[in-house]
């Protein structure tokens, strides 16, 4: 294990920058994704409009933010072995946050579906409030992982 761990070693500014990358679109997808919900709250269930909303968040979804969010959980945790930062308070908070975020991306999956089959019985207030979740999260996470505090 100790030669894997020193392979990839030459590799950490690597990880790191492609792990700030698919945080990146995730996060971008996770802001959007939201938004077309309420727009999509608006308009008739089996309309042009909905119809074009469905292909625009199946796309969101499926094309970013599910992939991305995978390379995040695949190269977050490589990174946290690869240093040792997983010992550290600071990552610790962050992961139960990124946890967080995942049952988010999750309960929008649960709300896309729903979108999809015509069944969402949610407001665009609802979607509106529900937007600002990821953000929040996104601002705590960042504060962790750049100031590091409780170290």
Request: aromatic share 12%; net charge positive.
């Amino acid at each position: 294990m100790d030669s894997v761990r020193n392979a990839l070693a030459d590799y950490i500014d690597w990880i790191v920058a492609f792990h700030i990358i698919a945080v990146i679109a995730w996060m971008s997808g996770m802001l959007y994704l939201p938004r077309l919900f309420v727009y999509h709250t608006q308009t008739q269930p089996g309309s042009e409009g909905s119809e074009r909303f469905k292909v625009m968040e199946r796309k969101l979804l499926r094309g970013i933010i599910n992939p991305s969010m995978i390379a995040v959980w695949i190269l977050g945790p490589t990174l946290a072995w690869l240093t040792g930062a997983y010992l550290d308070v600071w990552l610790q908070i962050k992961f139960v946050l990124v946890i967080i975020l995942s049952g988010i991306h999750g309960f929008l999956v649960r709300c896309w579906r729903n979108f999809q089959a015509d069944r969402n019985t949610r407001s665009e207030r609802f979607y509106r409030v529900l937007n600002e979740v990821p953000a929040v999260l996104m601002v705590l996470i960042v504060i962790l992982a750049a100031v590091k505090p409780f170290s």
